[in-house]
């Protein structure tokens, strides 16, 4: 299975607003709602920002939203800040009851 | 709180077999599966498969079936990872991950692991 596709890289300008797409197919971002998102800062683990497409864990800010349509996740980061340039990651569950990942998109933050 | 504190980093040669701990605390060991992900240098993120502490049932993708182990010790709720037949494109750093439904919760901090001759 193939893994998902996001960009390899996003920039603005801090105060605006990005969005990273994530795209698959239907065996897996188009047949689940099993779409969740990660931050990575450089030499750290990944952590959790946005799971089930669009929850949000508590503690993680309102700026990070998540969404699907058809075989494409995005995750949105809204009021853009410093400390949000980082690596993000999107999985998904698939029909082979597996999970698949992105390569990650570096947002810089400039 | 939630903690999955891993072994150190492991230099291996190729053919050899690599096993990772992953200690947990602050939540019950038998209640959330543990994952098994893996992330190569300027790469992406790779399941490795689950465990579940409480059966020890496990699940791992066809990739890695026959050279993938995950175990568990519940007297000391730590979990195990064990990858056999190292080559150079094992060379990575391995995450536990607590999973909940289909949200990898909480990682631990990574052991790297570097497969060289």
């Known amino acids: 299975q193939s893994a998902l596709t996001q960009p390899a890289s996003v920039s603005e300008s801090p105060g605006q607003s990005i969005t990273i797409s994530c795209t698959g197919t239907s065996s897996d971002i188009g047949t689940y709602n099993y779409v969740s998102w990660y931050q990575q800062h450089p030499g750290k683990a990944p952590k959790l920002l946005i799971y089930g497409v669009s929850s949000r864990p508590s503690g993680v800010s309102h700026r990070f939203s998540g969404s699907k349509s058809g075989n494409t996740a995005s995750l949105t980061i809204s009021g853009l800040q410093a400390e949000d340039e980082a690596d993000y990651h999107c999985t998904s569950y698939t029909t082979s009851s597996t999970y698949i990942f992105g390569p990650g998109t570096k947002v810089t933050v400039l | ?117």
Not at chain 2, 4 to 22: D, M, R, T
Not at chain 2, 40 to 45: P, V
Not at chain 2, 58 to 69: L, M, S, V, W
Not at chain 2, 82 to 95: F, G, K, N, P, R
């Open chain 2, 1 to 117: 709180q939630v903690q999955l504190v891993q072994s150190g980093a492991e230099v291996k040669k190729p053919g050899a077999s690599v096993k990772v701990s992953c200690k947990a605390s602050g939540y019950s060991f038998t209640s959330t599966d543990i994952n098994w992900v893996r992330q190569a240098t300027g790469q992406g993120l790779e399941w490795l498969g689950w465990m579940s502490p409480n059966s020890g049932n496990t699940d791992y993708p066809q990739k890695f079936q026959g050279r993938i182990t995950m175990t568990r010790d519940i007297s000391i709720t730590t979990a195990y990872m064990e990858l056999s037949s190292l080559t150079s494109e094992d060379t990575a750093v391995y995450y536990c991950v607590s999973k909940s439904g289909s949200r990898f919760d909480y990682w631990g901090q990574g052991t790297l692991v570097i497969v060289s001759a």
